[in-house]
């Protein structure tokens, strides 16, 4: 047994494919490395440790996941027992019918101003 999961952590990677939130390690691996996860709302690098009571915050398809981690994987498991290993916080997804009230911004508009990119950034609940 080696000395991180003794100390009762696993590595950020492993546990985010572990629970099932991407398909594949290498996509949790990435996902870190783009700024996609953070842990108690700091971003993490794919080896940061995770401990039972953590926060992870992991973008998935332009929406936040939030989590709260329950128990501590260092193996992929089954579904129904990944779902128990975390307490799901996420808010909830937009419905179709929501989705065609949000503003649609044309294409060819040129990039957003810091204002319009704020705006934007609360329309999808990041901030």
């Known amino acids: 047994m080696s000395e991180s ?3 009762g952590r696993v590595r950020l990677d492993v546990w985010v494919w572990a629970v099932r939130l991407v398909k594949t390690r290498a996509a949790a691996t990435e996902a870190c490395r783009g700024g996609h996860v953070k842990v108690n709302g700091q971003a993490a690098k794919a080896a940061q440790p995770v401990r039972i009571g953590d ?3 992991v973008r998935v398809h332009g929406f936040d996941r939030i989590v709260i981690v329950k128990q501590l994987l260092p193996k992929r498991v089954a579904a129904p027992a990944a779902a128990e290993a975390f307490e799901d916080r996420s808010p909830a997804r ?3 019918i929501d989705a065609a009230q949000v503003p649609h911004r044309p294409r060819g508009a040129g990039r957003p101003s810091s204002r319009e ?3 934007i950034d609360r329309l ?3 901030g």
């Open 5 to 7: 999961r003794a100390a």
């Open 55 to 57: 926060e992870v915050r």
């Open 94 to 96: 937009p419905s179709a």
């Open 117 to 119: 990119r704020r705006e």
């Open 124 to 126: 999808r609940g990041r």
